[in-house]
């Protein structure tokens, strides 16, 4: 008989590594087109654990070289911007687009240039020169133009918000046409030109909208200014430069929406908005306007329509001060209750593998330097996915881990938030990505699960008893310890077990190789549950698929 060692049945069906990963373990390379996909799910040009803003800048493009349909490039712009919610991805290849094919980008640039930030994006990649062009093209140029022309006037004022470049920047050198005499006024008054430059167009032909903006910024009073603003529909950054004190930010925070209240609580806070007027200035606590806040952040109808999931509410969370008022903490808490409601119900119970290592204590949009970098680090969003799954398919086990596996504790009493930042503490070490499989096989071996759902940034590099993270004939120690565990399952009746590994920095390999049983899937955004689900339920749709999918 041959070396049984060498010999096994199950190694067979294990793929050799076919890379080196960024922390020097075995990984398998993925095919260009899923490497960008995952990279325009989850990258941002920020400075993460093992790769510099250039590095992600430089792999980007070379895997771009690689892929020879155009077509592809249009829906990965679309589905990075309207799926996985990204901004600088989408814009960069926007760009590449620009340069690739002017009947595409024209075909997805109002989609993915949605707002003016992603717009002033595009407009700051091209003069940048990094994908092949300094300034824009003629046919660029009718792109930039047909949006400022079919522009609503409160999407304008939005797209005024916000510098280098600025919308006068992208107004001088786009040269729009105005349609009429009121786009005419408005592009002079967007570029301070004199009135008299906006002939035939005088003041009377302003947008009422921007004739009480311009009232506002003039009024000389609190109360002249309370008084516009209520009436006034604009996003409140075109306010709050003028805003005279706590009584207009009282109406500021009145004008805005759930999710610009959400985002800035600390900025009220500053403000005084928590705190109602005395004789000697404003002091005490003005329940009111608490109630208020904490009553449009928690609205259950609103969030279940707007489809919102745990992570934005985590990130307020983490996010808001100390000084914010406890009733509005306690709001996010309840909301990110509410959202969980939004996250999919597996089709059985999942064994959840939590990374805890040290490089998962990187920003998850990477080091953007002071005032740029999120305090939301990346075992925070994955302690978040491994929460709420859970909480939604609570016969599932969690099992965080670095260089070793550790038994979590988790109360079925506590929120979402708190879950999340009891698992989020684990760990701080090396890591292996093996090691929640090991414990499927041994401690779990047993209990019938639908699959696994690994939560990393899969650089794993070390595995128990083996150099490197290798496992079996060459192959990773997850690969090893997944056809265990497949092995396992089908004795309890389980036929076909998946795998779905979801990578959250953009690195372009994965500890398992793709195929029908594995889904390697990029991203933290909150379209990944519905892909999770949707591959453990055996839909045929895989991540790539899912991007072509995406109709033009």
């Known amino acids: 008989m041959a070396n049984k060692s060498l010999f096994q049945s199950i190694t067979s069906v294990l793929p050799r590594a076919t890379v080196v990963n960024e922390a020097g373990g075995p990984a398998y390379k993925m095919s260009a087109k899923h490497a960008l996909?995952?990279?325009?799910?989850?990258?941002?040009?920020?400075?993460?654990?093992?790769?510099?803003?250039?590095?992600?800048?430089?792999?980007?493009?070379?895997?771009?070289?690689?892929?020879?349909?155009?077509?592809?490039?249009?829906?990965?712009?679309?589905?990075?911007?309207?799926?996985?919610?990204?901004?600088?991805?989408?814009?960069?290849?926007?760009?590449?687009?620009?340069?690739?094919?002017?009947?595409?980008?024209?075909?997805?640039?109002?989609?993915?240039?949605?707002?003016?930030?992603?717009?002033r994006t595009v407009f700051q990649m091209t003069r940048s020169g990094q994908f092949g062009r300094k300034g824009l093209s003629s046919s660029l140029q009718r792109a930039f133009q047909r949006w400022l022309n079919d522009a609503s006037v409160g999407k304008l004022l939005s797209a005024s918000i916000g510098n280098d470049p600025s919308l006068r920047d992208i107004l001088r050198m786009a040269r729009p046409t105005p349609k009429d005499d009121a786009r005419r006024a408005l592009f002079g008054w967007l570029t301070d030109k004199p009135v008299e430059k906006w002939a035939?167009?005088?003041?009377?032909?302003?947008?009422?909208?921007?004739?009480?903006?311009?009232?506002?910024?003039?009024?000389?009073?609190?109360?002249?200014?309370?008084?516009?603003?209520?009436?006034?529909?604009?996003?409140?950054?075109?306010?709050?430069?003028?805003?005279?004190?706590?009584?207009?930010?009282?109406?500021?925070?009145?004008?805005?929406?759930?999710?610009?209240?959400?985002?800035?609580?600390?900025?009220?806070l500053r403000h005084d908005v928590f705190k109602k007027p005395g004789?000697?200035?404003?002091?005490?606590?003005?329940?009111?306007m608490i109630d208020y806040v904490a009553g449009q952040l928690a609205d259950r109808d609103a969030i279940a329509r707007s489809r919102q999931?745990?992570?934005?509410?985590?990130?307020?969370?983490?996010?808001?001060?100390?000084?914010?008022?406890?009733?509005?903490?306690?709001?996010?808490?309840?909301?990110?209750?509410?959202?969980?409601?939004?996250?999919?119900?597996?089709?059985?119970?999942?064994?959840?593998?939590?990374?805890t290592s040290g490089s998962m204590g990187c920003p998850v949009t990477g080091n953007r330097g002071r005032g740029g970098t999120s305090k939301m680090r990346c075992v925070d969003v994955a302690a978040l996915f491994a929460a709420a799954i859970l909480r939604r398919n609570p016969d599932s086990v969690v099992i965080p881990f670095d260089t070793q596996a550790y038994q979590a504790k988790v109360d079925p009493s506590d929120t979402i938030l708190s879950l999340s930042a009891r698992l989020s503490k684990y760990g701080g070490g090396g890591t292996d990505c093996s090691l929640p499989f090991v414990e499927a096989n041994t401690r779990y071996a047993k209990q019938a699960f639908a699959g696994i759902v690994l939560v990393s940034d899969n650089e794993s590099w070390?595995?128990?008893?083996?150099?490197?993270?290798?496992?079996?004939?060459g192959s990773t120690g997850v690969m090893t310890q997944w056809e265990k565990f497949k092995k396992t399952q089908r004795g309890h009746g389980i036929a076909d077990p998946k795998l779905v590994c979801i990578d959250i920095q953009p690195y372009g390999n994965s500890q398992a190789l793709e195929r029908n049983d594995i889904l390697n899937i990029g991203g933290f955004s909150d379209a990944v549950f519905n892909v999770v689900s949707s591959f453990l339920e055996n839909d045929a749709s895989r991540f790539v698929r899912e991007v072509e999918s995406v109709e033009l």
């Open 462 to 473: 070390i595995t128990s008893g083996r150099r490197y993270g290798y496992g079996q004939n």
């Open 309 to 355: 999931f745990p992570y934005q509410f985590l990130a307020a969370y983490m996010n808001a001060s100390d000084e914010v008022p406890s009733q509005i903490k306690t709001a996010l808490h309840d909301a990110a209750e509410i959202a969980c409601g939004n996250v999919p119900t597996l089709p059985g119970p999942v064994i959840i593998g939590l990374d």
């Open 200 to 268: 035939p167009a005088t003041a009377d032909n302003l947008p009422s909208t921007v004739q009480s903006l311009v009232a506002y910024r003039a009024a000389d009073t609190a109360e002249a200014q309370t008084l516009i603003a209520g009436d006034l529909q604009v996003r409140w950054d075109l306010l709050a430069d003028a805003a005279t004190g706590p009584l207009v930010w009282k109406a500021i925070a009145r004008q805005m929406g759930p999710q610009a209240l959400r985002m800035n609580l600390n900025t009220l």
């Open 279 to 288: 004789i000697l200035g404003f002091a005490g606590t003005d329940n009111a």
């Open 37 to 119: 996909a995952q990279m325009a799910a989850t990258g941002t040009f920020g400075n993460v654990y093992y790769a510099s803003a250039q590095n992600q800048l430089d792999a980007m493009r070379k895997l771009i070289d690689e892929i020879d349909d155009n077509e592809f490039l249009a829906k990965l712009a679309v589905y990075s911007r309207e799926r996985a919610y990204m901004k600088d991805m989408p814009a960069a290849l926007l760009v590449v687009l620009s340069t690739r094919d002017t009947k595409l980008m024209h075909q997805v640039f109002d989609r993915v240039a949605d707002n003016g930030r992603v717009l």
